[in-house]
């Protein structure tokens, strides 16, 4: 299934066809034997011609044991709802995961999380009806899709032996477009300087963000959804059509 969707998954400038994600969420509505999976496709999505005013969106961030997806695991997951013009992180969520391995050192130095933390957290399986609540019929913004969409899938088929696949926005996919793109960019790439970080603090900081600490799983949540904005505010406009954005 993942080989028949690699067309989903091109970079933005290669316009993936939007009719390729309602057909696989019409496909997915009818096909997924379990029934969670089924009301996450069957809550449907946005048309894609609909303007970026006029969608709910959910930022999503995950902290991890590591960056393989067949080897290391979700521990933490955080999720904050907004619009174009108001960010709840009231109403966003935040679960501690045990991953079922143990933590590594480097790890534990990124994200703080140990395995005594961990011990007594639910398995993933225990929150992902809550988590697929939260993400139906909403636009996933990220930082990074790598990360969110590839873990979740993998986590989801290992569970429960489908996959959990969806359109996302992603953030540093369009800071990469505005950062590295342009006479300044090239000019620094032929004179073998440094490329413009796209991290999301250093992203942040272009937009006039304030610093948040990194790598708690809500926090980094709450900082993509406000640097989504601010993007949105300095390259595109409230009229910009979620096909445009969308991988």
Sequence with gaps: MISKLSSLFKPASEKNSESDWATYYKQQTTQCAD??????????????????????????????????VRRDRIVSIGLVPFTLSRIRPAAGDYWLVDPSVSLSKASVTIHHITDSEVANAPALDTVLPELLQA?????????????????????VMALRGEHCLFPLIDTMAIEARWARQGMLANMKRTLGLR???IRLADSRQRYGLPDYSSHHAKVDA???????????ARHYNEDTRLSDLWL
Excluded: K, W
């Design 35 to 68: 029934a969670e999976l089924r009301r996450f496709y069957s809550s449907g999505l946005p048309d894609a011609d609909t303007p970026l005013s006029q969608l709910e969106f959910v930022a999503l961030d995950f902290e991890t044991t590591g960056l393989n």
């Design 135 to 155: 993400l139906a019929g909403r636009i996933v913004v990220v930082h990074y899709r790598q990360i969110e969409r590839n873990f979740l899938d993998a986590a």
């Design 195 to 197: 490329e413009d970080s």
């Design 222 to 232: 709450m900082a993509t959804a406000e640097l989504f904005q601010a993007q949105v």
